[in-house]
Every structure is written in C-alpha cells, then in structure tokens.
C-alpha cells in the first residue's frame, strides 16, 4: 500500500511538471481495496481494471518501473507507451488491462472465466468497477450469464460514494449494488475497503466459491482522498473539506499499521523503501526512450 500511495503521489507531481501526457486518475485512499483483493489471488488468476487503475497494475504486480515508463509514454513502458494511465495492461503477470470507459472491463471478465473453464484452467478473473458503473445495464447482463454459466468471476465494487460529481446515493435506488448481485443467485458481500486484512479476509471466501463455480460479488466502501482526476478539487464544489478529513482519519495505511501493532519507526522503514523504489521508478522512465514511430505503429493494426 506505501508502494502504491509513493507511486501516485509522484504520478500526481510529475503530471504538474507536463511529464505526463493526457491526465491522472488517482486511487490515494484506496489502496486497501487494491492490495486485499490482490493478496487473495493466485499468480495464475486474472485481473482487469478501470481508469483508476495504478493499484490494481502494482498490487497484482506489474513492474514500477515499466507502469511509470508507460505514463511517460515512453518506449520502456509496460505497453511500449501506446497505452498510458488508462489503457495499461501487462499479461504476463495477469493484469488483463484497465479500460477507461465505465464499465466496459465488466463483461470481458465473464468471457475470460469462459475461456478459462473451456481451457480447464482453474482460474478465477476478478475485475474492478466503480459505483458509478452500477447502473451500467452490461453489469446486470454480466452477471446474469456469470450466474447461468457458473464461471469463476468475482465482480468488485469499489464504491467511494461519487460518480465524478456526482454521489451514489442520489443515482442508485433500492439497497445497492450487493443486494442486486444477491438477486442473480450470486454470493456477496460488503465490507470496509478503509480495512485491507477485512477485504483481503471476504476476497478469500469469495474466491474460493468462484473457483468452485459460484460467481461472486464484493463491494467495497471506501473513499478517494483526491479529486476524480488532476483537473477535480479533493473538496469545495460537491465534497466539504470536513468530509474529506472524515474519511482520511481511516486511511488504510493507518488502520493497517494501528491493527498489524506497527510502530512509527517500522511505518517510517516501510516508507522510506517504497520513496527509494519510486524514485527509480521515475528516473528510469526518464531515461527511457520514446517510441519510435515504427513502434508505434506495432500491435495496433492486424495482417488483412
């Protein structure tokens, strides 16, 4: 989680700097949801994510060094630079890809767990979506066919309240996205995604029962300490400062550190490390190359 929050708050001061093309969508405070639902996983298990995708990249290990390449744009990058901050994906290690349209990582996951019980491959897909993707009509239709087919899916909602601007609560009617998950025969739960050791304790179960053949939902209540995106605030045009101070008082490092019995000298170690891995991380994207325009142009058009 210290790799994770150092990793975006670098991001974050490299895009001021116009190191970065295009934007940065950060998931600081929210790391706990990233690295329980990872360290639940197997080498072998798949993941896909959405525009805030960094942690998910890190936690499911995609090299540092090549996600910061790839937000330089450069040649190093883990998608050659064709990708940036929301189109990363590195499959060698499982990270299927982040997708920036809301919601369009959910059926690709049911196509993957198909593909891998047709390969009888014992193999869960767990993808990440946000609430402001519960309305999205292709989730329902996902997990209808999750349902019927029996396949090894777990749906996780990381639900931080807002949808960009707008909050949950004034767009989703009824009880929430768990209770309708709970409508499609699947298994779901709802935790606090502040609490890394609870997420990481119900991904566990959830997988367990997907491997099986019970596709499963978990969703995720946890909070961004920053705005949507660089060009967003953290609070004043629809948050109050005094909400935002709320939710960081459960920061998941914090609570990690309060319920491991770490003191501030270890807290301060584990720190320190994950600057030092950072800062190479960004050295080497800036040593890194641009692509070259025939590299850019590889992978992106098939043979006719």
Not at 131 to 139: A, F, K
Request: hydrophobic share 40%; aromatic share 6%.
């Amino acid at each position: 989680m210290a790799l994770i929050r150092n990793f975006e708050e670098a991001a974050y001061r490299a895009y001021e700097r116009n190191e970065l093309e295009g934007t940065i969508h950060a998931s600081i405070g929210q790391e706990g949801v990233a690295v329980g639902v990872a360290a639940a996983l197997r080498d072998s298990d798949k993941m896909l994510s959405h525009h805030r995708g960094h942690g998910h990249a890190l936690a499911k290990g995609v090299n540092p060094k090549r996600l910061m390449a790839e937000l330089f744009g450069r040649a190093d990058g883990v998608c050659g630079g064709k990708g940036g901050s929301m189109h990363v994906a590195d499959v060698k290690c499982g990270f299927l890809g982040s997708l920036a349209v809301v919601g369009s990582s959910i059926p690709l996951a049911v196509g993957v767990a198909l593909a891998a019980r047709r390969a009888q491959e014992d193999t869960v897909c767990v993808v990440f979506f946000g609430d402001g993707g519960v309305n999205q009509g292709v989730l329902y239709e996902a997990m209808n066919l999750a349902a019927i087919w029996k396949l090894g899916v777990v749906f996780v909602c990381e639900n931080n309240a807002y949808a960009i601007t707008t909050p949950a609560k004034k767009v989703t009617a009824g009880e929430g996205v768990q209770t309708r998950a709970q409508a499609f025969g699947l298994s779901a739960l709802r935790v606090d995604g502040q609490d890394v050791e609870e997420v990481a304790g119900a991904t566990r179960t959830l997988v367990a029962e997907a491997r099986a053949g019970q596709p499963a939902l978990l969703e995720c209540l946890t909070y961004r300490f920053l705005g949507h995106s660089r060009s967003d605030p953290p609070h004043g045009r629809y948050r109050t400062r005094e909400e935002v101070e709320r939710w960081q008082g459960r920061d998941p490092l914090v609570v990690l550190a309060h319920e491991a019995g770490l003191d501030a000298e270890e807290c301060v170690r584990l720190d320190a490390q994950a600057q030092a891995e950072v800062h190479e991380a960004i050295e080497f994207a800036r040593a890194s190359p641009r692509p070259t325009a025939e590299e850019l142009a590889k992978d992106v058009w098939g043979d006719v």
